[in-house]
C-alpha cells in the first residue's frame, strides 16, 4: 500500500504550486448564541433600566420616552412579530405586553390606553444585577431562568423572578421574544 502511494506523493511534490488544488475558502454562516452574548444582552437591560430612571429624573418623562422607545426597538423582537411579555407589576385587562405600545406603557405610563401604569421604569432605580440559574442555549435562541435584584433611590433592594427568551436575529443582535417577570411568592 505505502509504494502505491509512494508515485503520487511523489508526482504531487514536482506539480508547481499552482497547479495543484486547494480547498476553496468556505463561507460559514454561524447563527449560534453563546453564553457570553446572552449575558451581555442581560446586563445592556439592566444598564438600560437605571438609565431611562435617570433620564427621568433629570430630564423628565418625554426624554425617558424616548430613551425606553430605542431601548425596546435595540433589545426586544416586536420587529419581529408578537413578544410574549408578561411584566411585573401588571392587572387585567393589560396583564400581557404583546404590542411595543404596550411595553412603552409599562416602562414609562402616561399613556391613556394603559391607565393602570405608572411606569416601572421611572422609580429611581440606581442598580440592577441579574443572577441566572440556569440558560438553555439551542442554536439562534437561549432562554435564561433566574433572579434580578434592582435599587431603588433609598437603597432597598427589590429581586424579582425573570425568564427570558433570546433570538439572534439576522443583524447578529439578541432580541428578547419572551420576557416574564414576577414578584416571588412569599407564602400564607
Not at 500500500?1 to 460559514?28: D, F, N, Q, Y
Not at 440559574?133 to 429581586?159: C, E, F, L, Y
Request: charged share 15%; aromatic share 8%.
Amino acid at each position: 500500500m505505502i509504494r502505491s502511494l509512494l508515485p503520487i506523493a511523489l508526482l504531487a511534490a514536482t506539480l508547481p504550486a499552482a497547479a495543484r488544488t486547494e480547498a476553496p475558502t468556505v463561507a460559514v454562516y454561524n447563527a449560534n448564541v453563546t453564553e457570553a452574548e446572552v449575558q451581555a444582552a442581560q446586563t445592556a437591560w439592566c444598564q438600560a433600566l437605571v438609565a431611562i430612571s435617570t433620564t427621568y429624573r433629570e430630564q423628565g418623562r418625554e426624554a425617558a420616552r424616548t430613551l425606553a422607545g430605542q431601548v425596546l426597538d435595540q433589545a426586544y423582537g416586536y420587529n419581529l412579530g408578537p413578544v410574549l411579555f408578561k411584566p411585573t407589576v401588571t392587572q387585567a385587562p393589560h396583564t400581557f405586553r404583546t404590542t411595543r405600545a404596550g411595553a412603552l406603557a409599562y416602562f414609562v405610563g402616561g399613556d391613556p390606553a394603559f391607565p393602570q401604569d405608572n411606569g416601572f421604569a421611572l422609580q429611581g432605580w440606581t442598580a440592577c444585577a441579574v443572577r441566572n440559574v440556569a440558560i438553555h442555549i439551542n442554536g439562534d435562541t437561549a432562554a435564561t431562568m433566574g433572579n434580578v435584584s434592582i435599587t431603588g433611590p433609598g437603597g432597598a433592594v427589590t429581586t424579582v423572578d425573570k425568564s427570558w427568551i433570546f433570538k439572534k436575529t439576522d443583524d447578529g443582535q439578541l432580541r428578547i421574544v419572551l420576557h416574564h417577570s414576577s414578584l416571588p411568592f412569599t407564602g400564607g
